[in-house]
């Protein structure tokens, strides 16, 4: 006899919103991104009671871009990539609510404590509380992540995995450098946090970027757009980046750190030059993903001139930190969620060349102008973030209305 196999229940979640994480990750990052530049704007100038003896206010700001804003899109993209990586399905409904409310609760502890809200007569404890939803958070991401991938044997995507497993560890450090008032601590915990991100980009991005680049071009009059990656490549941009984080982080030497810096920033470059298509600024989507990429080698020249031009440090990390995770997970959130959503990827909302010009005036803003004139600095900053928040202000009114209803095609997802 043939045993008869009954149809599956089809998948279903209360709302089109906690179909896939990209939805709800996506939606929560975007209006995040508004509302802790808002308050930034406000900690910058003074005008909040946050308790700087407790914790330093450039190392909230830090700590809320890293593990706040870029982990949140990090999931939404992972918890999404990992099911079409694998085949297996990722959590939705409320399993992925319970992961998104432990994001949630401890984005609303650091908020708190910026706004200088004390409990029990102290602000400390909104940390304490933000770092058991932080690590809840992480730990739940990584464990569905890291089922997926044994269940179907996908060792080559143990890297990523490795990754997470760093990032909790360096999340981790800020909370012990802020319990045991050890600010170098904390430091390293977030520089830690910000430079896995950035591996992850180039890591991502070393796939997605001339997978869409094809994708994109496809049907635009181009025929056979093949975009091949290099192994040796792939090893020098890794090897390279190791030993500049590791020299930028705790061996801070300026000849290795312009050969480092400018190895990865050659490498990539190589790079780019290979992914190149002139169809590429006929599309948005994919002109988006390439500027951003390029932000990235152009942050990486500023980490290498920095010694000998005397320039501040942190004009080199916030371009860094503007294009490889601002630019380009804006590039990426807007790509995906139409795709996802079962829209057409050639067909974006008008919108998406402002919210492009906006993150690339951040960076105009925030990294070049103050090179050619530090006497306008506080200015500079007030136009990077108000064009930061402009950004994502026009991304949730053109991308909340798609990512909160269900797809036209009706399928779920």
């Not at 990052?29 to 003074?46: I, K, N, P, R, S």
């Not at 989507?285 to 942190?314: D, K, N, T, V």
């Not at 006497?375 to 973030?385: K, T």
């Amino acid at each position: 006899m043939h045993s008869i196999k009954l149809p599956s229940k089809p998948l279903s979640s209360p709302h089109p919103i906690l179909n896939l994480s990209f939805r709800l990750f996506f939606s929560a990052a975007a209006l995040f991104a508004v509302a802790t530049m808002l308050l930034w704007a406000f900690v910058f100038t003074g005008h909040t009671d946050i308790d700087a003896q407790v914790l330093n206010p450039l190392y909230w700001h830090g700590h809320e871009m890293i593990y706040g804003y870029a982990l949140a899109v990090v999931a939404g993209f992972l918890l999404t990539a990992v099911k079409t990586w694998t085949g297996v399905m990722m959590p939705h409904g409320y399993k992925l609510l319970g992961i998104f409310v432990c994001w949630l609760m401890a984005r609303l502890s650091w908020l708190a404590f910026g706004l200088g809200v004390a409990i029990a007569g102290s602000s400390v404890w909104l940390l304490y509380a933000a770092a058991l939803f932080d690590m809840l958070f992480i730990g739940a991401m990584a464990f569905v992540i890291c089922r997926a991938v044994l269940q179907v044997k996908q060792y080559k995507q143990m890297g990523i995995l490795a990754k997470l497993a760093l990032l909790t560890l360096g999340n981790g450090l800020c909370y012990w450098g802020i319990i045991s008032a050890d600010m170098a601590i904390t430091r390293v915990g977030i520089y830690l946090g910000f430079y896995l991100i950035i591996g992850l980009v180039l890591t991502i991005g070393r796939r997605v970027v001339p997978f869409f680049i094809e994708r994109g071009l496809s049907g635009n009059g181009t025929d056979n757009v093949t975009l091949r990656n290099s192994k040796i490549q792939d090893i020098a941009s890794l090897a390279f980046f190791f030993a500049f984080f590791m020299t930028d982080l705790f061996y801070p030497n300026k000849y290795l750190l312009t050969i480092t810096a400018l190895g990865v920033a050659v490498v990539n470059i190589i790079r780019l030059l290979g992914w190149y298509n002139r169809g590429i600024w006929q599309k948005p989507l994919l002109w988006s993903l390439y500027i951003a990429f390029l932000g990235i080698c152009l942050s990486f020249l500023l980490y290498a001139l920095q010694p000998w031009l005397g320039y501040q440090h942190s004009i080199a990390m916030h371009g860094l930190a503007i294009a490889g995770v601002g630019m380009m997970t804006v590039a990426m959130m807007t790509r995906v969620s139409l795709g996802h959503t079962g829209r057409s990827i050639h067909q974006p909302p008008r919108t998406v060349n402002v919210m492009y010009g906006l993150m690339v005036l951040v960076f105009i803003s925030r990294v070049l102008l103050p090179l050619v004139d530090m006497s306008h600095y506080l200015a500079w900053i007030m136009v990077a973030q108000s064009a930061w928040i402009a950004c994502f202000v026009l991304f949730c009114i053109s991308y909340l209305p798609m990512l909160t209803r269900p797809r036209p095609d009706g399928l779920f997802g």
